[in-house]
Nanobody, 123 residues
Framework: VQLQASGGGLVQAGGSLRLSCASS????????MGWFRQTSGKEREFVAA???????YSSDSVKGRFTISGSAAANTVYLQMNSLNTEDTAVYYC??????????????????WGQGTLVTVSS
């Protein structure tokens, strides 16, 4: 496993969680580190990403509530999630995009993946 995600868990609506992701093997040139999430029967959804130059991107559904930080160059990324609601319940995956220098909002644009960490928000 090249990327390892952690920090998921059970939280009440309105609460916060912080996800972490790091690579144990720093052999690839990462342009973006991102977070995606997936619920049963649905496609993997873009959440946020951070570029090598520090630029950040997030989906409209989490803007203002989630903050991505870290370093794409160091293959380390965090996702601070505040004001969680039940719709945020999902398995969260971290990912790395190394082949291209433009942002991708599609899971197919990322070529390295972590194992996923489950976030459950209770009402």
């Amino acid at each position: 496993v090249q990327l390892q995600a952690s920090g998921g868990g059970l939280v009440q609506a309105g609460g916060s969680l912080r996800l972490s992701c790091a690579s144990s093997v720093r052999t690839f040139n990462t342009n973006f580190m991102g977070w995606f999430r997936q619920t049963s029967g649905k496609e993997r959804e873009f959440v946020a990403a951070i570029a090598r130059d520090g630029s950040s991107y997030s989906s409209d559904s989490v803007k203002g509530r989630f903050t991505i930080s870290g370093s794409a160059a160091a293959n380390t990324v965090y996702l601070q999630m505040n004001s969680l609601n039940t719709e945020d319940t999902a398995v969260y995956y971290c990912a790395a995009r190394t082949r291209y220098s433009t942002i991708s909002y599609s899971s197919s644009g990322y070529n390295y993946w972590g194992q996923g960490t489950l976030v459950t928000v209770s009402s």
